[in-house]
């Protein structure tokens, strides 16, 4: 069972206390999203889980694992991989052979052969294998936050961390995406989604987390989240009718799929 452990984690930078004692739990295939304003401590929350950066004091565990002193490399191996807001593919490379790069580099000790079918797997499960052998420089901002997701599948990791994965996304590929992170979790594996949009986490989360200056301020779920006052002042700020605008979305977006 998935079993992520992050206690008392702190991290400062000179004079400024970035994360201030961060403490949660993910216990099997959650799907959960992780909300705060510019400044939050989002993404050195995210550098502290994959290895990035090194924490001050606090621990991370994974499967019973201590992680948080280990290197990126190290982390992947363990389990927990993530995602960039701006997609690092290898742009002069096909999108196959960007998917055989994260699985040749940890050696997970496959034939290449073995490792070139999994990748068609991957490809075919995100429906993108009609363009394995485009270079990825082509591909749009959706297909590129699709083969970035396909990298991480190489892995098969336990926990994945999608850093604004529908950002500069053309919306009617934005709900593909939508549909293959439900996949991904439903097919158990535990994801920590990081968006500005509202509508998207609110619909596909059943957990949030809520940063703010370095505080976690609420974690619940989402209907609970949007009504506390602390969060509504800390990030959302927003009134009654705005939070009703995100009902009218989530209700659009169920239409749109259904």
Known sequence: MINLVVSDLKKNFGGLHVLKGVSFEINGPELIGLIGPNGAGKTTLTNV????????????????????????????????GRT?????????????????????????????SEINDKAMEVLEFLTVDHLRNEFAQS????????????????LNPDVIILD??????????????YKYIERVNDNGTAIILISHQMDSIFSLCKR???????????DGTPEVVKNDP?????????????????HISETTRQDAIS
């Open 164 to 177: 604004e994965p529908f950002a500069g996304v053309h919306p009617k590929l934005m709900e593909i995406i």
């Open 208 to 218: 949030l987390l809520v940063l703010n200056y370095g505080d976690l301020i609420a």
């Open 49 to 80: 889980l994959d290895g990035a950066i090194k924490p001050n004091s606090g621990t991370v565990y994974l499967g019973g694992d201590r992680i948080d002193q280990l290197q990126p490399y190290e982390v992947a191996r363990h389990g927990l």
């Open 230 to 246: 602390t969060v509504i002042e800390a990030y959302l700020r927003v009134d009654e009718e705005d939070m009703s605008l995100i």
């Open 139 to 154: 591909l749009s901002g959706g297909q590129q936050k699709l083969l970035e997701l396909g990298r991480l599948l190489m």
């Open 84 to 112: 960039f807001q701006v997609t690092r593919s290898f742009r002069r490379m096909t999108v196959l052979e960007n998917l055989l790069v994260p699985a040749l580099a940890l050696d997970q000790g496959l034939s290449r």
